[in-house]
């Protein structure tokens, strides 16, 4: 979110500041008291049916290995000096997983290392544990994220806000081929969480968005992104008949924000809309194909994994729709399962003026519901499975990339 700013040296400001060198607006203040009310809940997970289920996520070996992810992860640690990856380096169990925003760098802390901050070969790096996490296609909408933020310095000439390389990159636990661990990229319009168990994945949560959603000038310029999550969102409502339509509708204003956005873990949202089975085939073909678009951001074969999951609850799928419907106006919807739950929405201004919400900035969130986000609940199973002692007490060890200079305690909350 923007605002008000003080303009400092961002580069120079630590990740955890403990005082601003700046008054809070009154709306800042409310995203700062949103963000410590939503992290000072223990984490259970998105639900819709009232409570997280369990056992919807049994560990299962999977066909598609991740060596190369792997290896990205050993490599980034490996480019930084000791001081970087002390920076770098959380537990498994940090919650700094959960610390992640959308807000402009200077209103929350951030954990983790700034590519600002690193040489040409150490972005590098950095940017292979997304290229190894993702598919070409979500690798390709992430970059552009980052660059079309690059482009918002172009427009409103504010560098202490605005950069491709304000994103901040964090490991958590030891990068292993059978022991959890994880990584996160958090900044403005690009969020990924990647947990890894083996060869199990989890991309949750995941936000990106940008304003501008094109570069019509800059040396960006033609970048342009959530074409076809705006395109293919906006034929399944096409493909209703307007008594559909009406069912799908929930609502006519938008919301401001996505509602399972940072610090909305356990957000609770009830199945409205339409359901799957109440579609049309046509219906039903367009909202597979929606939902194979936002799955398609994950790298290949646990993509088709995680399709066979969300496939299984199709049946028990909601599409939801708030907003207008003609060729133009904004618009927000939604999908929701017991496996995934997808959001779309058009924002209001930030970067340009404009105090109601257009297709110009376009958020759009992933995450799994019932406590699989993070990974929580494979680590959970991990724990339950290997890390008891003789009484069956659970019990774990905090590890991290760099247990003899780090130990949980001193990890950044």
């Given at each position: 979110m923007a605002g008000e700013t003080a303009h400092f040296g961002l580069r120079n400001w630590p990740a955890a500041p403990a005082i601003r060198p700046f008054?809070?607006?009154?709306?800042?203040?409310?995203?700062?008291?949103?963000?410590?009310?939503?992290?000072?809940e223990p984490f259970r997970g998105i639900s819709c049916t009232g409570s997280v289920a369990q056992g919807l996520f049994p560990p299962a070996a999977a066909d598609a290995s991740l060596p190369?992810?792997?290896?990205?992860?050993?490599?980034?640690?490996?480019?930084?000096?000791?001081?970087?990856?002390?920076?770098?380096?959380?537990?498994?169990?940090?919650?700094?997983?959960?610390?992640?925003?959308?807000?402009?760098?200077?209103?929350?802390?951030?954990?983790?290392?700034?590519?600002?901050?690193?040489?040409?070969?150490?972005?590098?790096?950095?940017?292979?544990?997304l290229r190894e996490t993702m598919s070409a296609t979500g690798y390709q909408t992430a970059r552009d994220v980052m660059r079309l933020n690059e482009h918002a310095l172009e427009i409103t000439g504010k560098p202490e806000e605005y950069s491709e390389w304000y994103y901040w990159v964090s490991i958590f636990g030891t990068p292993s081929p059978n022991e959890p661990w994880g990584w996160q990229i958090d900044?403005?319009?690009?969020?990924?969480?990647?947990?890894?168990?083996?060869?199990?994945?989890?991309?949750?949560?995941?936000?990106?968005?940008?304003?501008p959603v094109l570069a019509r000038f800059g040396k960006h310029k033609g970048t342009r992104v959530f074409a076809a999550e705006e395109e293919q969102g906006h034929a399944l409502m096409s493909a209703l008949s307007a008594e559909a339509r009406q069912l799908a509708t929930i609502g006519t204003e938008l919301p401001w924000e996505v509602f399972a956005g940072a610090f909305n873990d356990n957000r609770h949202i009830e199945p409205r809309g339409i359901r799957y089975t109440d579609l049309p085939q046509e219906g039903r073909e367009r909202l597979e194909g929606l939902l194979a678009t936002y799955i398609g951001q994950i790298r290949p074969g646990h993509a088709?994994?995680?399709?066979?999951?969300?496939?299984?609850?199709?049946?028990?799928?909601?599409?939801?729709?708030?907003?207008?419907?003609?060729?133009?106006?904004?618009?927000?919807?939604r999908i929701l399962s017991p496996a995934i739950l997808v959001e779309f929405d058009h924002q209001p201004g930030i970067v340009f003026d404009n105090n109601t919400p257009s297709r110009d900035h376009i958020h759009t969130l992933v995450r799994t519901p019932n406590g699989k986000d993070y990974g929580k609940d494979l680590l959970r199973q991990h724990y339950l499975q290997w890390h008891t002692d003789d009484h069956g007490t659970h019990t774990h060890s905090h590890s991290t990339a760099e247990p003899a200079d780090r130990s949980a305690a001193e990890a950044p909350k």
């Open positions: 008054e809070l607006t009154p709306r800042q203040e409310k995203l700062v008291d949103m963000a410590q009310a939503g992290l000072a190369q992810l792997l290896d990205a992860a050993r490599a980034f640690l490996t480019s930084l000096d000791a001081a970087q990856r002390r920076a770098a380096c959380l537990a498994i169990d940090d919650e700094a997983w959960r610390q992640w925003s959308n807000f402009h760098p200077w209103l929350m802390p951030r954990s983790g290392i700034c590519l600002a901050d690193l040489g040409h070969d150490q972005r590098k790096a950095a940017l292979a544990l900044g403005h319009h690009l969020n990924v969480n990647c947990f890894v168990l083996g060869d199990q994945l989890v991309m949750t949560p995941i936000l990106m968005g940008s304003e088709e994994l995680r399709w066979a999951e969300v496939k299984h609850h199709l049946d028990n799928t909601h599409f939801a729709w708030i907003g207008p419907f003609d060729d133009t106006s904004a618009f927000y919807y």
